[in-house]
């Protein structure tokens, strides 16, 4: 990858040792010249830190904003997604290891400027460009710039994320977002630890940015918890889970649980089954929570939407496509007025299921 372009990295000090210290996540990686922080993307070029990633892509795809999972957002609309390489943590059960873990983005990677991602977004007729793939976080400068070229041409802009970002950087970054989905990956630390070769502290950071997140930004926030059989699908974890998310963020936060399947370095479990998820979802529902969904299943009713107080059909989904959207325009429930919580059309998008790569045109 020593041929990527790089570009000059924020959130950094030189520290008296005469390393450069990386204060963009809470690894805070010491560095000496050309070492690379864990993950891999941001490195010391002499006195300074960069970002060997910023305008490259591992390729670019128009899909549903569910897919990303966002129920609660502008349902049924496109999203022209990517990602980049690389990422800071080091999960074992990671399903999409190809991208971040590669080593080798010169011989993947796509071109893109911000300003010509927002116009090609506008162009495609997409609601949302989302940072994807890999975590976003490590390439903050490059989401924020690209935001902000969407943001003057009306596209909104979603992160796809851990939430494993510092103090310094946190604010910044999602101030630039207009939704996120979290990935809350367990409710006990030993797993961050152990499985995602976080710090000692994985967990609470990952809830320190949630909490951020739904009281001090604008962003639309949105939760996803993988379920691994044996690992963080207890019924008494789930219980922790979904009451921490009451008490502390509110009851209108979606959860989506999402079925994990063998990949990477944990081959040795089985897929989680169907029963597992719907199951986590009841648990959810009875802990208090509006609005709980399972995914990477076939389960239409775990997937739709339903009003939290009279129980009405609001949205049906089968997968991805929308069968029947009944909100009405000012996104409340057109049997008993509630409002629903989240970012709502007066029509769904018919964008539907498809996943359509599409190739940038690269800058001139």
């Known amino acids: 990858m020593t041929s990527a372009p790089a570009h000059p990295a924020r959130w950094w000090q030189a520290l008296e040792d005469g390393r450069l210290q990386c204060n963009l996540c809470p690894r805070f990686c010491r560095l000496n010249d050309q070492q690379r922080g864990f993950c891999f993307v941001r490195r010391r070029q002499g006195e300074t830190m960069v970002l ?11 899909d549903p904003l569910e897919k990303k999972p966002l129920y609660h957002f502008h349902p049924g609309n496109a999203v022209l997604s990517f990602g980049t390489a690389g990422c800071n943590l080091g ?22 400027a911000p300003k010509t991602l927002a116009r090609s977004a506008r162009d ?22 690209t935001a902000e070229e969407c943001r003057q041409l009306g596209v909104a802009t979603v992160a796809v994320t851990a939430g494993y970002i510092s103090t310094f950087a946190r604010a910044e970054f999602f101030a630039a977002m207009d939704a996120a989905n ?6 006990h630390p030993e797993f961050y630890r152990r499985h995602c070769l976080s710090g000692k502290d994985g967990l609470k950071e990952v809830l320190d940015t949630l909490i ?3 009281h001090q930004t604008r962003t639309w926030l949105e939760i996803t918890t993988l379920l ?25 936060v979606p959860l989506h649980f999402t079925a994990f399947h063998p990949d990477f370095r944990m081959r040795d479990r089985h897929p ?49 496509r929308i069968l029947q959207y009944r909100l009405n325009a000012a996104g409340r429930c057109p049997d008993c007025n509630r409002p629903i919580a989240g970012v709502f059309d007066e029509k769904a998008g018919d964008w539907g299921s498809q996943r359509q790569p599409v190739w940038i045109q690269p800058d001139l």
Request: proline fraction near 4%; charge should be negative.
């Open 52 to 62: 060997d990633t910023y305008g490259r892509s591992t390729g670019f795809c128009i």
């Open 91 to 112: 999960c074992r059960f990671c399903q999409n290891w190809g991208i971040s873990k590669s080593r080798e983005v010169d011989a993947l990677c796509q071109s893109g």
């Open 124 to 145: 495609l007729a997409c609601k949302a460009i989302a940072f994807t793939y890999n975590d976003p976080v490590i390439f903050a400068e490059y989401a924020i710039d």
């Open 182 to 187: 979290v990935d809350l990956k367990a409710f």
């Open 212 to 214: 951020f997140v739904r």
């Open 228 to 252: 691994i059989p044996g690992l963080n699908d207890s019924a008494s974890e789930l219980q922790r889970l979904c009451r921490w998310i009451c008490d502390e963020l509110g009851a209108d």
């Open 272 to 320: 989680t089954p169907a029963s597992t998820l719907r199951l986590a979802r009841q648990i959810a529902l009875d802990q208090g929570l509006h609005y709980v969904y399972t995914g990477n299943i076939h389960d239409p009713h775990g997937q739709s939407s339903f009003c939290p107080a009279c129980r009405a059909l609001l949205v049906e989904r089968d997968g991805y």
